[in-house]
């Protein structure tokens, strides 16, 4: 079992939202180097659909599930000005903040209620947060909230969770799917990957 596959067997094995907290904290230090050699893919897949539908200047933006900062990074680097990120983690949010990347930064747990007046961002990006036995639809109502009216949410999703119900619930909460990739394998070299997919969701 690799590094990777002992970390999120511990986070996905958590009872509690703080006790997913105290784990992601445990690991911040060291995480980005396990997702490496794991091939994580989901910040350069979620980065390249927002590239492709929020138009550049597009501000704010919400990295919602932001971790250490790997999505932030990424869309600051092709030229998104106004990020602001979201954890449950404050030890990720403190290795996030070192890279300098983000307006602010917001510790909130996604499927609560979240400090945002209605309409706050152009778009959300949540990528690597969506999937069975971890954060699933609970965490849409306050997202979409958040969302201006005609802007862009870019999710990565287990497999398991598109199928199973999310993707029959998003006409229920004004969101249009305006692009998906197919299924694809998150962490290559983690034992436990199962597939997931990344939509571009429009909110009416």
Known sequence: MTNTDRHLNAVYGAESADDI???????????????????????????????????????PILDAGAGTG????????????????LDISEGMLAVAQKKGVYDAFHHHALGDPLPFEDG??????????????HVGTEALPELVRSTTSGGILILTVKETLWTGEMSDCLAG??????????????MPGAQSATPSRAVALKRR
């Open 173 to 186: 909460f004004g969101l249009e799917i305006i692009d998906a990739t197919q299924p694809y394998l998150s």
């Open 70 to 85: 790997l999505v932030g990074e990424w869309l600051h680097l092709i030229g998104y000005a106004q990020i602001e990120a």
């Open 21 to 59: 907290a105290l784990r992601y904290n445990a690991w911040a230090d060291g995480y980005e180097g396990d997702m490496a050699q794991a091939g994580y893919r989901h910040p350069s897949i979620a980065t390249a659909l927002c590239a492709r539908h929020l138009p550049m200047g597009a501000a």
């Open 120 to 133: 706050r961002f152009a778009g959300v990006v949540c990528a690597g947060v969506l999937t069975t036995g």
